[in-house]
Structure formats: structure tokens, C-alpha cells
């Protein structure tokens, strides 16, 4: 969505980006919100960033976890989690925040991530993700991204993976 710049010119949005979740944008972060509806399909607790956090401190599975926002200029729209293991990374806990959902956010930033993945973990071979059977938008999105269900589950959620040496 374009819009007016200080001279009165239409300018494009700030494109979308990630960044981790550092000291300059972690307020940010925990202000993203879902609905209380939402909050069973990506964490057991709000802030979703503050779940993400702890994990980053607690490490589960002995994975390296990364902490990240989805920005636009200084907005922070989002936040997901990243945790690398040597041959492949777990995508967890994506949450767009409930004013910016169903915009394409969350579908541009499962891009990013592919990428950000590709480029900085060259041992990868998928990317594997949990969704609960209910959500219908993230099974959505995640299909049309070349996800699928590989046939595990996971605490009553099916995986779904992408491999990314077939991409
Ligand atoms: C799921 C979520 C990350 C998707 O992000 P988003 O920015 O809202 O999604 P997008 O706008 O990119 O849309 C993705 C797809 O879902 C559909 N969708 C998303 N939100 C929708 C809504 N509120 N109503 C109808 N369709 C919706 C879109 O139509 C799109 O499908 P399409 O590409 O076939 O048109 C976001 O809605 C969210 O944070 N939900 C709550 C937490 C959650 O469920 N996280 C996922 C955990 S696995």
C-alpha cells in the first residue's frame, strides 16, 4: 500500500524484512499480538516473543535457536523463531500481528525465512514446521509455499516439511 510522503509524493512501503530480535527492537516485538482464539495454534503464552525469548535462553532439543522480527522501516509486524539443527531447521511460532493479518505478511516473510535458511545454512535440507489441525491460514499459506505433511506428528500436530535441495 502506497503512501504520502512529507512533500505530498506517494511513496512505497518500506519493504519487509528480518532482524533479529536485539536490545533496539525487543519492545517491538512483545507488543505483537494475537487473537486469544490465535493463541493455541502458535503459543502457549502472549507475548508470542516472549515464548520465543526464553526459548532462545532455554535451547529445547539443543537446537540454535534465532530469534526474529518481521520489520517494515522501524515497525516490527511480526515475530518467528528459527532453530537450526546440522541437517535441517524447525520454522516455529509465527505470529503476524492481529492489525496486519491477511495482507500477505506472513506469506512474504515464510519467503524471507526460506531464503535466510538457504543462505546461512547451507547443511540444511528442510525446513520442518508443526500446524495445528484447525488452521486453516497457515495450512494455506504454508502450501502454497511448497510445504506438505511428511507424515509425523508431533504433541497432536502434523509436520510439515520443504525440501530445500529440491527447490
Ligand atoms: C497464520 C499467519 C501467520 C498468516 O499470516 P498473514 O500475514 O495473516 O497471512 P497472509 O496474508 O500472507 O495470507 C496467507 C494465506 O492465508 C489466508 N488468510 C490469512 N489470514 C486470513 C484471514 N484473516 N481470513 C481469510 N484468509 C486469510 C490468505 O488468504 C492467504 O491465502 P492465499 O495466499 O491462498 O490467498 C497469521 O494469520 C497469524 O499470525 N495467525 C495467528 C498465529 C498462527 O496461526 N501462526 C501460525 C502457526 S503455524
Partial sequence: MAHGGEDGRVEDPPPLRLAPIDQHNWR???AVQVTPDQLR???GHQPVALVILAKAYVRPGDLDWEPLAVTAGASVLGVVA???ASTHTELLHLAVDVSK???GIG???VELLLAHVAETRPGAEDV???VHPENGHAQRLYRSRGFS???EVR???PIWSLNLKRK
Fill in 107 to 109: 506469506s512474504a516473510a
Fill in 101 to 103: 493479518q491477511g495482507q
Fill in 41 to 43: 495454534y502458535v503459543a
Fill in 28 to 30: 517491538a516485538a512483545l
Fill in 155 to 157: 504433541d497432536g500436530e
Fill in 128 to 130: 520442518r514446521l508443526a
Fill in 149 to 151: 505433511p511428511n507424515g
Fill in 82 to 84: 528459527l532453530a537450526h
